[in-house]
C-alpha cells in the first residue's frame, strides 16, 4: 500500500521561506513521478510542481516558478518543496501525490497524502 505523508508546514510571514516534505513508501519508484499539489479554502484543488522520481525532470506552475523547487532524496525517498518569497496567496493546504507519469492534472495522480497547512501572513 502506498503511503505519503506531508511535513513542514505552518504559520510564516510574506517574503519567508518553508520547506515541505513528503515521505513516500512505494514498491517500485524508478517509474513514479511526485506532485505537489494545494488547495486554498474554498477554491479547487491546483497544481503546483512534481518531478520524476528516476531522471529528476521537473515541471512548475507559472506563478511560483523561480520561487518553489521542488527535489528528491532517493536513497531517503523523500521529495521535498523549497518555498521561497513566499506571499499570502499561497496560504493553501499542500498535498503530495504520486502518479505513473510527470504530469500537472490531478487525474495523472493515484496516491495523495493527508496534505499539511501553510499560512503566510501578510
Known amino acids: 500500500q502506498v503511503q505519503l505523508v506531508e511535513s513542514g508546514g505552518g504559520l510564516v510571514q510574506a517574503g519567508g521561506s518553508l520547506r515541505l516534505s513528503c515521505a513516500a513508501s512505494?514498491?517500485?519508484?524508478?517509474?513514479?513521478?511526485m506532485g505537489w499539489f494545494r488547495q486554498a479554502p474554498g477554491k479547487e484543488r491546483k497544481f503546483v510542481a512534481a518531478i520524476s522520481w528516476s531522471a529528476g525532470n521537473t515541471i512548475y506552475e507559472n506563478s511560483v516558478k523561480g520561487r518553489f523547487t521542488v527535489s528528491r532524496d532517493k536513497a531517503k525517498n523523500m521529495v521535498y518543496l523549497q518555498m521561497n518569497s513566499l506571499k499570502p496567496e499561497d496560504t493553501a493546504v499542500y498535498y503530495c501525490a504520486t502518479g505513473p507519469v510527470l504530469a500537472n492534472s490531478m487525474g495523472s495522480y493515484d496516491y495523495w497524502g493527508q496534505g499539511t497547512q501553510v499560512t503566510v501572513s501578510s
Open positions: 512505494l514498491r517500485t519508484f524508478s517509474t513514479y513521478a
